[in-house]
């Protein structure tokens, strides 16, 4: 449990390290962005509005001009999420004695099996998320949200013409190349810190 959680605050650190990018913004937009035209927004408008969203999330202030009250609304709960995101590094402390003390009375199959049960839930995520992105879409911001603020028009919201369906396909599998190697090393330096601890153990067992 403790390895999972460990993983959860490694998946917030990265969504938050991604949604603050201006420049990632901006890739997306010239590859994904549809049909702002009638908005009156051009590919050139693209980097500004990128930058806006980058600077914004990071907390400075910022004018949306080409959206409207509700996708203003929403783009300010997604800093409010940002926010809480930041607070989960606050966890990882609690989380390091919790599991050093739990692994004081822990064997090598209780050790493997938390360790697998982690690992078995984060891919059945991540199957899910390939198979039915869609669904696993709408849940995520039922879960993550309190109104239905994103769900969004393409004919009267700007929003979602510049961020289309594709870019969060697109993120999403980014976002698992960009926590892949973290989980994976973590994982292994528990390996290494729990084999020094029985090492320890059996030196004194010797003695």
Same mark, same amino acid.
């Given at each position: 449990?403790?390895?999972?959680?460990?993983?959860?605050?490694?998946?917030?650190?990265?969504?938050?390290?991604?949604?603050?990018?201006?420049?990632?913004?901006?890739?997306?937009?010239?590859?994904?962005?549809?049909?702002?035209?009638?908005?009156?927004?051009?590919?050139?408008?693209?980097?500004?509005?990128?930058?806006?969203?980058?600077?914004?999330?990071?907390?400075?202030?910022?004018?949306?001009?080409?959206?409207?009250?509700?996708?203003?609304?929403?783009?300010?709960?997604?800093?409010? $999420?940002?926010?809480?995101?930041?607070? =989960? %590094? +606050? @966890? *990882?402390?609690?989380?390091?004695? /919790?599991? #050093?003390?739990?692994?004081?009375?822990?064997?090598?199959?209780?050790?493997?099996?938390?360790?697998?049960?982690?690992?078995?839930?984060?891919?059945?995520?991540?199957?899910?998320?390939?198979?039915?992105?869609?669904?696993?879409?709408?849940?995520?911001?039922?879960?993550?949200?309190?109104?239905?603020?994103?769900?969004?028009?393409?004919?009267?919201?700007?929003?979602?013409?510049?961020?289309?369906?594709?870019?969060?396909?697109?993120?999403?599998?980014? $976002?698992?190349?960009?926590?892949?190697? =973290? %989980? +994976? @090393? *973590?994982?292994?330096?528990?390996? /290494?810190? #729990?084999?020094?601890?029985?090492?320890?153990?059996?030196?004194?067992?010797?003695?």
């Amino acid at each position: 449990m403790c390895l999972l959680l460990l993983l959860i605050v490694i998946l917030c650190a990265a969504v938050t390290h991604m949604g603050r990018d201006g420049s990632l913004y901006a890739e997306c937009f010239h590859s994904f962005a549809r049909d702002t035209e009638r908005f009156g927004v051009t590919a050139d408008d693209y980097d500004g509005i990128a930058q806006d969203l980058g600077d914004y999330f990071s907390g400075k202030d910022a004018a949306f001009p080409y959206f409207n009250e509700r996708e203003i609304t929403h783009l300010s709960d997604i800093r409010s $999420l940002f926010r809480l995101f930041d607070y =989960a %590094w +606050l @966890l *990882v402390i609690p989380i390091l004695a /919790l599991a #050093y003390a739990l692994s004081r009375h822990m064997d090598a199959d209780g050790f493997v099996g938390g360790w697998g049960l982690a690992a078995l839930l984060l891919c059945g995520l991540a199957v899910y998320i390939i198979y039915d992105f869609e669904n696993a879409f709408i849940l995520m911001h039922r879960l993550l949200f309190t109104n239905e603020l994103w769900l969004l028009d393409p004919y009267t919201d700007l929003l979602i013409c510049l961020m289309p369906e594709g870019m969060f396909s697109y993120l999403a599998i980014r $976002l698992g190349w960009m926590v892949l190697p =973290a %989980w +994976l @090393l *973590v994982p292994s330096v528990c390996v /290494l810190i #729990y084999n020094i601890r029985m090492e320890k153990r059996t030196r004194k067992s010797g003695h």
